[in-house]
């Protein structure tokens, strides 16, 4: 078997991409490859555990919950070879196995059997087919605990139990930072030297000399660099936080599928977009795009054939890597970017390395890792305090009262009459009491908790919303670009003009003059200030 036959197992469009329960086919060399290739996920022991603390008698389900191509059809095949004998399995609910019928059909025949069967049941179900069986199903016990289920993602019963891959996110926020164990040891089994069947396909590609599969092998051993691993998970995990794009199992094979066997080096491949779901989300990071002085000066330098000899010594050990024929500034800013956490030849590519950082992120993690490990400490809440006051409210006064930017940093703009604006004071401050109570199940956001008074506010800041909010503290105006971050903050700024609007005194400005109404004793006094 050749080297690409043996990566189509990675595709989308291969015939493995899902498993399903193939005969006289098990012992395959791409069954082999694709064994191999499979990394067992924290999910896998919780679902094992409950199938197996089934009876062969007991009356009860398990819905194994999640989207698609995030794996539950390949655990469940797996788990349904241990336990078929004592428990039935139906792997895919969105599939009707009658040419007639409808997917939710299918779904009321298992229920159906398995109320009179005497064997516990297994389902693997999309989240959004959870909600269509809850409004068309037939089965009234089953309809109502999905309903249950959606509103509630704690609830179960003794009978019925849900596990949803949501509940094990690909990625982890953690104190030193953050990872992705599945991507991680995925990028690890795949291009590990020791005991790797791949491997050895590569070592015999290379013994044939064939000039076609060279950029593949070339791409093979970028793709081996532990550096280069890191950089191509630090981008996933941007196109979750920044783009809202989940990893999925299915996707992220594909994913490494494109990158060694599209048509151009693994740097281009990576940001080159097409019809992989994270490629599309990563072709926006692309490093080629930044506008930095040294990057603008490398690309002009390069497009005028300015001699450098330290550039020319680095093209030269590429070559030695098997690269060559980049014809672009472009191309080698991207061979940089990929390159950025390691030694490579005199290290010329290392002169971009502070062009590449994503202080943004870094500024995410930060936040996130303070509410996630929040337990009051004086450092703790002095670090968050400097967030609250000098990012969150500054930022939120500063929406709020962005048509009256001389109220001052004591007053919240109420409403506008004509030449007149009423506005109210706010001690609007960090709450807390509420973000030790905080309970993060997602690394894509951090609930940010306020107060005022006796009022308690939730704002969900994710990575985007955090960029608009210290955007606003440098002047920005939101505008419609930013309509999923801008109505979090309208609702949140509703609520807190509406609790404002109880204080006791009030500031009244227009033509010049700005009036002064405090409540005293139920006697409102005017003062002009």
């Known amino acids: ?24 086919d098990t012992h395959s060399q791409l069954e082999e490859i694709k064994s191999y290739l499979y990394i067992e996920m924290p999910i896998e022991k919780h679902v094992d555990e409950v199938i197996s603390s089934f009876g062969a008698n007991d009356k009860k389900i398990l819905f194994l919950c999640g989207s698609s191509g995030d794996g539950k059809s390949e655990l469940l095949t797996k ?42 049941l297994v389902v693997g179900i999309n989240t959004g087919m959870l909600g269509n069986y809850a409004e068309e199903g037939q089965n009234e016990t089953i309809r109502a605990s999905f309903a249950r289920y959606l509103q509630n993602r704690n609830f179960e019963t003794q009978n019925i139990k849900f596990i949803n891959f949501e509940d ?50 070339t791409n093979f051993e970028m793709l081996s660099i532990p550096s280069v691993q890191r950089v191509i998970i630090d981008l996933l995990f941007k196109a979750r936080l920044m783009r809202d794009q989940f990893l999925t199992a299915r996707a992220l094979l594909d994913f490494i599928h494109e990158l060694l066997l599209a048509d151009g080096y693994l740097f281009d491949n990576l940001f080159a977009g097409g019809g992989n779901e994270l490629a599309n989300k990563i072709q926006d990071f692309d490093p080629a795009n930044l506008r930095t002085k040294e990057i603008d000066r490398f690309i002009l330098a390069f497009d005028l054939n300015l001699s ?42 290392k002169k971009y390395q502070e062009d590449f950082n994503a202080s943004l992120i870094d500024q995410y993690i930060s936040v996130y890792q303070l509410h996630k490990g929040y337990t009051g400490s004086p450092e703790q809440k002095s670090e968050l305090k400097v967030f609250y006051r000098d990012t969150l409210i500054a930022a939120i006064r500063a929406y709020i009262n962005r048509n009256a ?69 440098n002047g920005y105006r939101p505008n419609k670009h930013d309509k999923n971050s801008v109505i979090l903050l309208d609702e949140l700024a509703n609520e807190i003009i509406q609790e404002a609007k109880s204080a006791c005194e009030l500031v009244i400005t227009g033509e010049g003059r700005r009036y002064q109404l405090e409540l005293n004793d139920e006697e409102i006094m005017v003062s002009e200030v």
Not at 422 to 451: C, E, G, H, W, Y
Request: glycine share 4%.
């Open 1 to 24: 078997m050749r080297l690409k036959e043996a990566l189509s197992v990675l595709s989308k469009s291969s015939p493995f991409a899902v498993s399903t329960e193939r005969d006289g």
């Open 168 to 217: 094990y996110p690909k990625f982890a926020i953690r104190e030193n930072g953050y990872d992705s164990d599945f991507a991680q040891k995925l990028l690890q089994r795949l291009t590990q030297k020791n005991d790797n069947i791949i491997r050895q396909l590569v070592e015999k590609e290379r013994q044939l000399g064939d000039y076609d599969s060279q950029r593949v092998l």
């Open 308 to 349: 450098n000899e330290e550039f020319e010594e680095f093209k030269e050990a590429i070559k030695l890597f098997g690269i060559e024929g980049l014809t672009s500034g472009a191309q080698y800013l991207r061979l940089f970017y990929i390159l950025k956490y390691d030694d490579f030849a005199n290290n010329y590519h």
């Open 405 to 473: 930017p001389k109220l001052g940093k004591k007053y919240y703009l109420l409403s506008d009459f004509g030449e007149y604006q009423v506005a109210a004071p706010a001690d609007l401050s960090m709450d807390s009491d509420a973000i030790r109570q905080n309970t993060m199940r997602s690394s894509a956001f951090f609930n940010a908790r306020l107060k005022l008074k006796s009022k308690q506010f939730i704002l969900p800041i994710n990575i985007n919303l955090l960029s608009l909010l210290l955007s606003i503290n």
């Open 79 to 120: 788990a349904k070879e241990k336990y078929s004998q004592r428990v039935n399995f139906h792997l895919d609910a969105t599939h009707s196995f009658d040419p007639h019928g409808t997917a939710i059909q299918t779904l009321d025949n298992e229920f159906l059997k398995f109320e009179q069967g005497n064997k516990p």
